[in-house]
C-alpha cells in the first residue's frame, strides 16, 4: 500500500511532497496522484478490479480536505461529476467495464456542456458482466462509442504504475486546457500491480487557474454562467458541435503521444497499448537477441491516435502486428495509418486471458518466415 509515504499511516494522515519512490498499486497511484493535482471530489460506485482506488479515496480525501462520495449507482455518480464540472472543480470518478457503460450518457452530458474532468476505466473481461481478470476491450467504446452524440474523450493509455501516475497528473490539465472530459484506459493488471512509484508534488487547488465560465456566482460582477447540454434550435446545436470539432482538430494537432522502441531500422513493427506493450517489449527484446528486426511501437494517446509517429515507420517498415487483449479492436486504426503499404496483423488474447511474450514471439517469427519466404520468390 502506501505504508512508506511520511505521516501517511495506511492511507490517511497528511501527505508531504517528497521526491523518494514509494511502492503502490496501480489503482493506488492514480487516486494518490489525482489528489495531488488538485482533485478534490470523487464520485463513484465500486466494481472489481478498480474497487482499491475508491476505497483509497475514501480514506485519503478528508486528510486534503477533500470529499469521497460513494453514489447509489454509476448513473448518479456520473451526473455528481457533472455537476462539481459545472461548479469549476477538479473532479474524478473511476470504474471498470460495465460501470463506464452506465456512465457513458452522463459523460455524453458532459462532452455537450464542454466540461473537465476524469474518468478511470479499469478494465475487466466482457462482454456483459464478464469476468474480473484483465483485459482491453474497451477500446472501441473509449475511442469510437463513449456516449451518444458527435464528440470525442482524450483517452491515455498507461503502461507502468508510474506512468498511471503521471497521467492521472497530467489528465485534468489537458481536461482544463480543452474543456473536454478525459478517459485514462487501463486494465486490472495494472490496476493490481504494484511497482515503485515517484509521487508528484501536492498542488493546492486554490493555486489553479480560475474558470471563469463556471457556476460559481457572479456577484454582480458579470452575466449569469449557464451549463447546459440541451439545445433545442438545430442550427445552434451544429454550429456548437461544428465549433467542437475544431477543437477536437487541435487536440488531435497537439497531444499525440506515443513511445517507438528499436522501431528505427524495424522490418516488423509490433504495436501494443498499455499492459500488451509490457508483454511486447519483452518478446521485441527476446526477437532482437535472436537477430530478427523488430520494434515496438506504443501508443499512450488512444484518442487521438498518434497516427504522425506511426505513419513516420511507414518507410521501411515491412509487416505490423497488433497485439492486444480482446479480438483486434485497435487494429483497425493501425490499418488506417498504414493505408495498405505493408501487410497488418494480429494476435491477441481475451476474456480475461493475458497472452504471454513466448506466444507474441512464436506470432514475430511467423511473419519473419513470410516475409523471408516473398523476398526469395
Not at 459545472?86 to 452506465?102: K, W
Not at 481478470?133 to 464528440?151: L, N
Not at 493488471?189 to 457572479?218: R, S
Amino acid at each position: 500500500m502506501c505504508a512508506h509515504v511520511p505521516r501517511c499511516g495506511h492511507y490517511g494522515g497528511e501527505v508531504e511532497d517528497m521526491a523518494e519512490k514509494v511502492l503502490m498499486k496501480g489503482n493506488e497511484a492514480l487516486a494518490e496522484s489525482a489528489m495531488r493535482a488538485g482533485c478534490r471530489f470523487f464520485f463513484g460506485y465500486p466494481i472489481t478490479p478498480q474497487t482499491e482506488l475508491a476505497a483509497y479515496m475514501a480514506k485519503r480525501m478528508p486528510y486534503v480536505g477533500g470529499t469521497y462520495l460513494q453514489a447509489e449507482s454509476e448513473i448518479a455518480a456520473i451526473n455528481m461529476v457533472y455537476g462539481a464540472a459545472a461548479a469549476g472543480a477538479r473532479v474524478m470518478t473511476s470504474s471498470s467495464s460495465p460501470g463506464v457503460s452506465l456512465k457513458s450518457e452522463g459523460i455524453s452530458y458532459m462532452a455537450g456542456a464542454d466540461l473537465p474532468g476524469l474518468i478511470i476505466n479499469v478494465q475487466r473481461g466482457g462482454p456483459g458482466l464478464g469476468g474480473i481478470q484483465p483485459s482491453q476491450s474497451d477500446y472501441w467504446q473509449a475511442t469510437r462509442a463513449m456516449g451518444h452524440g458527435d464528440f470525442h474523450c482524450i483517452v491515455f493509455a498507461p503502461s507502468t504504475v508510474q506512468e498511471m501516475c503521471d497521467l492521472a497528473y497530467g489528465a485534468f490539465d489537458i481536461a482544463d486546457k480543452y474543456r473536454n472530459p478525459v478517459m485514462i484506459l487501463a486494465d486490472g493488471m495494472l490496476g493490481q500491480m504494484m511497482e515503485p512509484v515517484e509521487l508528484p508534488k501536492m498542488i493546492d487547488p486554490k493555486t489553479l487557474p480560475e474558470k471563469d465560465w463556471a457556476t460559481t456566482g457572479h456577484g454582480d460582477k458579470r452575466e449569469h454562467n449557464v451549463i447546459n447540454s440541451l439545445y433545442l434550435t438545430a442550427d445552434h446545436l451544429e454550429k456548437l458541435n461544428q465549433a467542437r470539432f475544431e477543437k477536437y482538430a487541435r487536440v488531435e494537432a497537439e497531444e499525440q503521444r506515443s513511445e517507438s522502441y528499436l522501431c528505427d531500422d524495424a522490418d516488423i513493427i509490433v504495436v501494443a497499448f498499455g499492459a500488451s506493450s509490457r508483454v511486447a517489449r519483452s518478446a521485441v527484446n527476446t526477437a532482437r537477441e535472436q537477430g530478427i528486426k523488430v520494434g515496438l511501437f506504443r501508443p499512450i494517446t488512444l484518442w487521438p491516435f498518434p497516427k504522425v509517429a506511426l505513419e513516420e515507420t511507414c518507410s521501411h517498415a515491412k509487416a505490423y502486428l497488433s497485439v492486444e487483449m480482446n479480438m483486434g479492436q485497435m487494429i483497425d486504426d493501425v490499418k488506417l495509418v498504414v493505408a495498405g503499404r505493408a501487410p497488418v496483423e494480429f494476435y491477441g488474447r481475451t476474456g480475461g486471458v493475458i497472452p504471454t511474450p513466448n506466444e507474441v514471439l512464436t506470432k514475430i517469427k511467423e511473419m519473419q518466415a513470410s516475409l523471408i519466404g516473398k523476398a526469395g520468390e
